[in-house]
């Protein structure tokens, strides 16, 4: 029984920006009021870890252990903890669902207060430290999750309980990629029926939001990278269009438009200021709306002609799908147990904390959808 004593364990520390991830022993602390240990046993890598890891994102300040897309089983829980109990199977959350800001009152938003000014914006606890140290150190945390560690501490709403029947070395892409992607096709854009649909960039996340399109009954689901590889998964998800835009002579709206008509909905799922504004251009007159998922660089401004808004087209964005994670994954959950979420098929490696650098190069070099760490 650990619960109440600090847990050794390993864990990936990332020292500074653009420096390897370096696996060290780590003190876990117990948790305080309001919080959860959790042993990770397994977490996704994604690529805003690697965006972080170069410090471009989020305001990420070093050292830190970084990791957000987990699953695990609650070791042991703080003070005043009443949603779960040790034993439980959880799905970490970096969006939180405090259920007490003024976001997490209305119904149909998800970005709880906590994520833009609690102290997770800071990667602290609320007592404005954190739970891991090393060499003395204290370790920040990375979206109040850091899974890249065999242990760590949330706190309760950082959380969810899920059915212990689902695997989860599968049930973690629920902690992140796929539901940023398919919600944003299901519920931020809530796409109609016989809609033209283009995504840009097919990753974990744009693939996920190719097959909420699909799953929302898009007549054309139009799929924009520039890795040739990814033609063949694109069209097992439901991808109808593969385009490279390195074979697109001319502007990118005119030969969408000339080819499909219009296009209704725009994805961006890459996080490139360059394709942010180029699917907006590209979205229809009238009635397009354009979708922000990829997290561009922070110091980036978008530079856009207002006239796309004067002839009626939206600009929106989300994080994790629009879902209210902790009344919400627990739902998808029994979705992927019904045999509706084909989570298995983003799954492409499987490595160990350990080779977290290769599953970073693998990612980078376009080889991978999504790379599961498994801790034993
Ligand atoms: N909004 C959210 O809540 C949220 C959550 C998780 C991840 N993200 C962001 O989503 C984005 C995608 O993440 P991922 O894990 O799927 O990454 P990924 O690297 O697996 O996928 C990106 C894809 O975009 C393609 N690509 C890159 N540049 C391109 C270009 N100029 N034109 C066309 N295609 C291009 C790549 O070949 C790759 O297939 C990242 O910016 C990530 O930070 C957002
Ligand atoms: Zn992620
Ligand atoms: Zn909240």
Redesign the pocket.
């Known amino acids: 029984m650990s619960a109440g004593e600090v847990i050794k364990c390993r864990a990936a520390v990332s020292w500074g920006a653009n420096e390897p991830l370096v696996m060290e022993d780590v003190e876990v602390a117990p948790p305080k009021a309001g919080e959860v240990r959790v042993k990770i046993m397994a977490t996704g890598?994604?690529?805003?870890d690697?965006?972080a890891s170069r410090g471009k994102?989020l305001d990420v300040h070093f050292p830190v252990v970084l990791g957000h897309?987990a699953a695990g089983i609650v070791e042991s829980v703080g003070e005043g903890v009443t949603t779960v109990k040790e034993g439980d199977h959880v799905i970490t959350l970096?969006?939180p669902q405090c259920k007490k800001c003024r976001v997490c009152k209305l119904d149909d938003s998800n970005t709880c207060l906590e994520f833009t000014s609690g102290s997770q914006s800071r990667q602290l606890m609320a007592d404005e430290t954190t739970r891991i140290t090393c060499k003395g150190k204290q370790l920040l945390q990375f979206l109040g999750v850091s899974s890249f560690s065999e242990y760590t501490v949330l706190k309760e709403f950082n959380l969810t309980k899920i059915n212990p029947a689902a695997p989860l070395d599968i049930a973690c892409l629920l902690s992140?990629?796929f539901p940023?992607?398919y919600g944003?096709s299901v519920k931020t854009a809530a796409v109609k029926p016989d809609s033209v649909c283009a995504v840009?960039?097919?990753?974990?996340?744009?693939?996920a939001t190719v097959l909420g399109c699909k799953h929302r009954g898009a007549k054309t689901v139009i799929g924009?990278?520039?890795?040739d590889a990814?033609r063949e998964i694109a069209a097992e998800m439901g991808v109808t269009d593969f385009i490279?835009?390195k074979e697109v002579e001319g502007p990118m709206d005119k030969y969408l438009n000339d080819k499909f008509g219009c296009v209704d909905y725009t994805f961006e799922?890459?996080?490139?200021m360059?394709?942010v504004k180029q699917s907006l251009e590209c979205a229809a007159i009238g009635n397009g709306v354009c979708v922000?998922?990829?997290?561009?660089p922070q110091e980036m401004e978008l530079n856009i002609l207002p006239i796309h808004f004067l002839l009626g087209k939206k600009l929106t964005?989300?994080?994790?799908?629009s879902f209210k994670g902790v009344d919400e994954v627990p739902l998808l959950v029994e979705k992927y147990l019904d045999g509706k979420l084909p989570l298995d098929k983003f799954i492409t490696h499987r490595i160990k904390l350990e080779q977290v650098n290769e599953g970073f190069d693998m990612?980078?070099e376009?080889k991978?959808?999504?790379t599961v760490i498994k801790n034993e």
Not at 269 to 272: D, F, R, V
Not at 292 to 296: D, S, T
């Open positions: 890598v994604c690529f805003t690697i965006s994102i897309e970096f969006l992140c990629g940023t992607g944003g840009w960039g097919l990753g974990g996340i744009g693939l924009i990278d520039l890795n990814k490279n835009p799922c890459i996080g490139n360059y394709t922000l998922i990829g997290v561009p964005g989300e994080l994790f799908g990612m980078k376009g991978c959808l999504r």
